[in-house]
């Protein structure tokens, strides 16, 4: 029984990564398949080809029939097509590459199936098994993608061989081709799974990349990068607000307490800060103690506000490794309630906004509005 629900909780949790996989990594996806699917289709026309000028040399009863002739315009489209969509490499849709994918399964194997039965009626068949076993390491699909495609041509294999063929060809092609799909599903499931281990271990890897090791939030690099493409894209990012804090006086905590202190300050900070704000907000880490939030859906200037009372308050009453440690901050945002503007510009003003709390007396928060013709002091 332990041993049924356990194997029950690794195909569930195998198909969510599988899922995770396809979602996520989509666009990845494609642009592989786009790659592999140029580099397959043209190494197919040259071995067509070449088999085509050799195989009569070598069999003289050999001769090109229709069904091989099908074969190049399948090959020459495929390429076609990848070759033209990957210089699009921006305006690559997903699923135009995964119909793509299907089209080329479908056709080479509706090919191979005629190349198997009507030909050759009296010899066994060898290229399903061959494509039955390339299918699942040639292009990235979803395995029950893959089951399907097989199984529906298997159908059609099976009634044609049991009309077309000879009787004697019957039950060694209907063994071969299930053969052949059998371990084709198993060799699909294996490479899906190595490759969602692939795709995982390099996701954490461009999420250590991201993080800052010391305070668990983005660090300087990930988070400018994050602003500027969700600002300076096409639609940008209207009704914002950006943050910038910095600690009051953290370089005497490091003087008193040590280095090490100063660090688990830090850390504690960059906790607060990710439990306060939603995950759809960007929290990073882009000094030494400076911080930057970046928070979206911000419809009115009391939004921000309340925002920063609350990290105030919140920094105020955090646990530190010594009691006896004070902690407080100055703040400087900047809203954008109407239409884009650049992170640079955003930062700017931000970043204005922040040293007009400093040479106030710290302690304090300073908020500006900006439109896209003027900056002014958000009204209290």
């Not at 943050?243 to 660090?263: A, C, P, S, W």
């Amino acid at each position: 029984m332990e041993n049924s629900s356990g194997l029950l909780k690794n195909i569930k949790t195998f198909n969510k990564s599988v899922s995770r996989y396809f979602s996520e990594g989509k666009k990845e996806i494609a642009l592989e398949n786009l790659a592999t699917l140029r580099l397959a289709s043209l190494v197919g026309l040259f071995v067509s080809f070449f088999l085509f000028a050799v195989t009569p040399k070598i069999i003289p009863s050999w001769s090109v029939t229709n069904e091989y002739f099908f074969i190049l315009p399948i090959l020459a489209g495929s390429f076609l097509f990848s070759y033209f969509y990957l210089k699009k490499e921006e305006k690559v849709n997903s699923l135009v590459v995964q119909i793509a994918c299907i089209l080329f399964y479908a056709l080479m194997l509706a090919d191979f199936i005629a190349l198997s039965v009507f030909p050759y009626p009296n010899a066994p068949q060898i290229f399903i098994t061959i494509c039955y076993m390339f299918m699942p390491a040639l292009l990235t699909q979803r395995p029950r993608t893959t089951f399907g495609i097989m199984l529906c041509s298997e159908v059609v294999f099976v009634i044609l061989i049991y009309r077309y063929k000879s009787p004697q060809c019957v039950e060694q092609d209907l063994f071969n081709s299930m053969a052949a799909g059998i371990f084709s599903m198993i060799e699909s499931l294996i490479t899906t799974r190595l490759r969602v281990r692939n795709y995982e271990a390099r996701a954490k890897l461009r999420m250590l990349s991201m993080t800052d090791s010391l305070t668990g939030i983005l660090n300087k690099t990930a988070f400018e990068e994050n602003c500027a493409m969700l600002m300076n894209g096409i639609e940008g990012l209207p009704n914002c607000a950006l943050i910038v804090m910095d600690l009051d006086n953290f370089k005497d905590i490091n003087d008193k307490y040590g280095h090490q202190t100063g660090d688990e300050t830090l850390a504690a900070v960059g906790t607060m800060l990710k439990k306060n704000f939603r995950y759809t907000d960007l929290v990073g880490r882009i000094g030494g103690d400076e911080f930057c939030i970046l928070m979206r859906d911000v419809y009115r200037c009391e939004l921000a506000r309340m925002k920063l009372e609350r990290i105030m308050s919140s920094l105020e009453n955090l646990k530190l490794p010594q009691e006896d440690i004070k902690l407080t901050g100055s703040f400087g945002c900047a809203v954008n309630l109407n239409g884009r503007v650049t992170y640079l510009r955003l930062f700017k003003m931000a970043d204005e906004a922040l040293y007009s709390s400093k040479a106030a007396g710290k302690m304090q928060y300073t908020l500006v509005e900006i439109n896209s013709e003027e900056e002014k002091p958000c009204e209290a």
